[in-house]
């Protein structure tokens, strides 16, 4: 089991930059891939990041690639989405999520075996 605890969020205006965190618990770190995830109002859930487990593979989002950046530190089981350059469109609580396939790196939410509660990012105009 694999305890997952997001922080970071909050309100910035267009233009600025956030960092999430994500605090993974229970398990080795590094045994797992990591993702970044997040749903809108209205919307479904969809995918934004993604890391393997030592960090050596990602893949984005078309609609945040240049803007967002991924990364881990292992030996603090944290993950961290960087976030420049916000737009109102990046508006939604964003999901951390975790699967034992440390190798594989996937856009697939089902794999996702561990998820986070959330954190609000609202982005205004």
């Known amino acids: 089991q694999v305890q997952l605890v997001e922080s970071g969020g909050g309100l910035v205006q267009a233009g600025d930059s956030l960092r999430l965190s994500c605090a993974a618990s229970?398990?080795?770190?590094?045994?797992?891939?990591m993702g970044w995830f997040r749903q809108a109002p209205g919307k479904e859930r969809e995918f934004v990041a993604t890391?393997?487990?030592?960090?050596?593979?990602?893949i984005y989002a078309d609609s945040v690639k240049g803007r967002f950046t991924i990364s881990r530190d292992n030996p603090k089981n944290t993950v961290y989405l960087q976030m420049n350059s916000l737009e109102p469109e990046d508006t939604a609580v964003y999901y951390c999520a975790a699967h034992g396939a440390p190798r594989i790196v996937t856009m697939k939410s089902v794999v996702y075996q561990y998820w986070g509660q959330g954190t609000q990012v609202t982005v205004s105009s």
């Open positions: 890391i393997s487990g030592n960090g050596g593979g990602t």
């Open positions: 229970g398990r080795t770190f590094s045994n797992y891939a």
